[in-house]
């Protein structure tokens, strides 16, 4: 199997696995009714300890071998991190995930981190990877559209949404750049480490967080399974075929998103889950959507069999 194609592959795992990330956080939000705070950090350490089960050698060796360099490159990154998620969760507990999904890292997370990805990473994009990217960027609005209500009005849980795609734009170039010379698991797992750590140590000493009933740590251990596959799943792209790639691939959450949270209404019709006014246009842009993947990653290809002098 083709090497891009099966990181392209990895990448497209970790849209879905965020997908359910997002319903789910969005469950526990709104429904369980836990601190965003808790949300935010308790999972995002279990992910980490999870990684560091996977890899535990390895992590020590990365943790002794960073210096003071390193620890502080980690800790902007963590900064970063633990703001983009915050701001990523509490978005989805104001208009829910598929909106969240669709307005943040289905469409202004690409842009930002393929802009930043051109300025500090000197990447970029072919024709035909753009033209895809364009689709998938035109798809998820369309999902977003509602003819009804279309309106240039922004609430404050649309500035969090694309907010958090800034910073965690910002976060993914930063890791970028240090899976160049680190290994992927060990950065993966003290990156969740450390900043889930920030955000619980913040959130405890502002006074922040409403702490849960012992039926409610369950739930809040069990989604760190999220965090600890989603991270290391997008994570192994970066240096594999790049940020603005990945980034682009990764845009297809907000479709997946939309599914995941059909999918929970058909079974659990009581659910308290916020979906597109209008399923027909969220249809009509999960399939450009799909043609720009299909552009991505069979375009160039294609194309290059049957355009000998056509340059990928």
Known sequence: ???????????????????????????????????????????????????????????????????????TSMAILCVFVSAGVLLWFDSVGRIGASKEAILGGGSSEVLFIVILSALFLSERLNKWEAIGSVMIVVGVFVVLANTETMSLTIGFGEIEAIMSSLILGISVVLTTHLLRSHELTPLSAVE??????????????????????????????????FPAFGLLTYNAGLPKIGASLTSVLFALTGIMTVGVELAVMAMFPDADMILPQDLGLAVLGGSVAFVGVYLLNVGPSWIARRLPGEER
Do not use: C, H, Q, Y
Not at 195 to 218: K, Q, Y
């Open 1 to 71: 199997m083709d090497m891009r194609f099966t990181f392209i592959a990895v990448v497209l795992l970790s849209a879905l696995i965020v997908a359910f990330e997002s319903v789910s956080v969005e469950g526990a939000l709104n429904i369980a009714d836990l601190d965003v705070f808790l949300v935010t950090s308790v999972p995002v350490i279990v992910g980490g300890l999870i990684l560091i089960g996977i890899s535990f050698r390895g992590t020590v060796s990365f943790a002794k071998g960073l210096g003071f360099r390193g620890w």
């Open 192 to 225: 969740l480490i450390l900043s889930g750590a920030m955000m619980l140590v913040v959130g405890a000493a502002a006074g922040f967080i409403s702490w849960p009933e012992n039926g409610d740590w369950a739930l809040l251990l069990a989604l760190g399974i």
